[in-house]
Nanobody, 115 residues
């Protein structure tokens, strides 16, 4: 199982970024996918999640209306579109694959929102 995040970087407040998480080594379309983030000195928190078939999503209150999670099962990739970024969105962002008791994490990608 391998999850590789990309798309992080430095962006000004109000800007946008699109994160990608490329999956391999498992049947991607059978797994729920989610994005988490961890800021320095804080616990890792759920940002957004999407069902295996993309039929349902859920978001942390802090990102509702600004972030959108999506997936392309043909490309084994999950995305996180982040708009109207705020300084408090600065964190390492991780994707996670879940099915039953099985979880697998990516290595993370840094997102820094700063002027």
């Amino acid at each position: 199982v391998q999850l590789v995040e990309s798309g992080g970087g430095l962006v000004q407040p109000g800007g946008s970024l699109r994160l990608s998480c490329a999956a391999s080594g498992f049947t991607f379309s059978s797994y729920g996918m989610s994005w988490y983030r961890q800021a320095p000195g804080k616990e890792r928190e759920l940002v957004a999640a999407i069902a295996s078939d993309g039929s349902s999503t859920n978001y942390a209150d802090s990102v509702k209306g600004r972030f959108t999670i999506s997936r392309d099962n043909a490309k084994n990739t999950v995305y996180l579109q982040m708009n109207s970024l705020k300084t408090e969105d600065t964190a390492v962002y991780y994707c996670k694959a879940s099915r039953g008791l099985f979880d697998s994490w990516g290595q993370g990608t840094q997102v820094t929102v700063s002027s």
